[in-house]
C-alpha cells in the first residue's frame, strides 16, 4: 500500500490539509449547544464554498503526525511532517509498515526514497492531488455531481472535529465522509464511501502536533541529500490529446480535461497520461501501442476505492484508473477516439 500512503499523506499536506475550516465564529458557543451551531452553520456553506477554501485553509499550517490507511483487511502506518510558509508547501512522509520508503515533496516535485535499493525516483506529479482541480477549472459545475451535509462533532486523535458528507448525486462517483478539527480546518480523518455508503478506504491521524516546529530549511536538506543513492528521473513532457491524436466522442458527465503528458524511456514504449477532473475525484487514461506480448488480457480491478480498467482500442492498449466507480472508467474507454 505504499502509493496509496504516499498519495494519502500528499492529500494531508496539499488538498485537504483545510478543506473544512468553517464557521470559526462558532467555535466558542457553549459545548452543549456546539454541535447544533456547527451543524447549522455548514449546512448554509455549499459545496463550492467548502472547496473554494481548500488552497487558503492549508497555507501557513505546520504539523507532525502519524496516520494509518486501511482499506479492507490491509492497513498501512506512516508519520508525516508538514509545513507551509503561504506560497510553498513541504512535507516529509515516512513509512513505519511494509518496506522502508521516504517521500519528500516541495509542492508538485516529489523524490521517493527507497533505501533496501539505494534508489530515488524523482518526479513531479501535479495530478495526485484528491481536490486539486476546482480552482483551474473555469465553469465547473461541480454543485451539479455532489452535495455537501453536516452531520456533527466528533472526537479524533483527540481533537473535536466537524463531521460533513460530500454526497455523489449520481453513481458515476464516490462520497467522501471528511473530520475536520474545528478550529484549524485540518482533516485528521477521511472516508471514501460507495454508492451504499460501505466504506472503501480510510486514513486518519492516530497521533497529531498542530502547530509543530517543522523547518523548510531542513526538509529541503533533506530532499537534496541523494549521495550514495542511484537517482531515476523518467521524462515526462506535457503536450494536448489532440497533438497524439485522441479525443472523446462524447463528454463523461462532469468530467474535464485537466492535463496531458507523454513518457518516453530508452527501456519502455512510448506512454501518454490524459488526466480528467470533476473538482473532487480525478481519473487518468494511459495511451500505449498495443503489443501482445504485454497486453495479454483485459482486465478490471480494484484496490480499494481506486478501480483500472484495461482494454484494447483499435491499435493501442488503454488502461483507465481512478478512484471512480469502474463503470466510470468504461465510459472514458467506450468514448475514445482516434484521430489519425
Known amino acids: 500500500m505504499s502509493k496509496r500512503t504516499e498519495r494519502l499523506g500528499w492529500v494531508w499536506g496539499l488538498g485537504l490539509a483545510g478543506l473544512l475550516a468553517a464557521a470559526p465564529a462558532h467555535a466558542q458557543v457553549p459545548a452543549a449547544k456546539e454541535a447544533g ?3 447549522a452553520a455548514v449546512t448554509e456553506m455549499s459545496i463550492r464554498d467548502w472547496l473554494e477554501r481548500l488552497h487558503e485553509a492549508s497555507r501557513r499550517r505546520a504539523y507532525i503526525g502519524t496516520f494509518v490507511v486501511s482499506s479492507g ?15 510553498q508547501q513541504m512535507e516529509r512522509i ?3 509498515t511494509g518496506a ?16 533496501d535499493q539505494k534508489l530515488v525516483l524523482k518526479e513531479r506529479r501535479e495530478a495526485l492531488r484528491l481536490f486539486p ?7 465547473q459545475k461541480i454543485e451539479s455531481f455532489y452535495s455537501a451535509r453536516a452531520l456533527g462533532i466528533e472526537r479524533v486523535a483527540g481533537f473535536d472535529a466537524m463531521v460533513v458528507d460530500f454526497i455523489p448525486r449520481d453513481h458515476l462517483r464516490h462520497g467522501y465522509r471528511i473530520w475536520s478539527e474545528k478550529n484549524t480546518g ?8 460507495n454508492a451504499e455508503g460501505r466504506v472503501l478506504e480510510q486514513v486518519a491521524f492516530t497521533e497529531l502536533q498542530l502547530d509543530a516546529p517543522v523547518r523548510m530549511d531542513v526538509l529541503a536538506r533533506q530532499m537534496e541529500n541523494t549521495a550514495g543513492y542511484r537517482v531515476i528521473q523518467p521524462e515526462w513532457r506535457k503536450t494536448t490529446p489532440e497533438a497524439q491524436g485522441w479525443r472523446l466522442k ?11 503528458h507523454t513518457r518516453a524511456e530508452p527501456s519502455a514504449p512510448s506512454t501518454v497520461q490524459w488526466v480528467f477532473s470533476d473538482g473532487l475525484a480525478s481519473v487518468s487514461l494511459f495511451l500505449e501501442t498495443f503489443d501482445p506480448r504485454r497486453h495479454t488480457k483485459e482486465a478490471t480491478a480494484a484496490d480499494g476505492a481506486t478501480h483500472s480498467v484495461s482494454k484494447r482500442v483499435g491499435d ?3 488502461t483507465a484508473l481512478g478512484e471512480v466507480p469502474a463503470e466510470t472508467l468504461g465510459l472514458f474507454i467506450q468514448a475514445l477516439e482516434r484521430t489519425r
Not at 522502508?100 to 533505501?115: G, I, K, M, N, S
Not at 462524447?250 to 496531458?260: D, I, L, R, Y
Open 37 to 39: 451551531a456547527v451543524v
Open 186 to 193: 485540518l482533516v485528521v480523518k477521511m472516508q471514501t464511501r
Open 316 to 318: 493501442h492498449w488503454v
Open 100 to 115: 522502508p520508503r521516504t517521500t519528500l515533496r516541495r509542492d508538485d516535485e516529489v523524490l521517493t526514497f527507497v533505501p
Open 73 to 87: 483487511s490491509e492497513m498501512a502506518v506512516s508519520k508525516i511532517w508538514h509545513v507551509s510558509d503561504g506560497v
Open 250 to 260: 462524447t463528454e463523461v458527465p462532469g468530467f474535464q480535461s485537466m492535463s496531458c
Open 133 to 139: 482541480d476546482l480552482l483551474r477549472a473555469p465553469g
Open 94 to 96: 515516512e513509512t513505519l
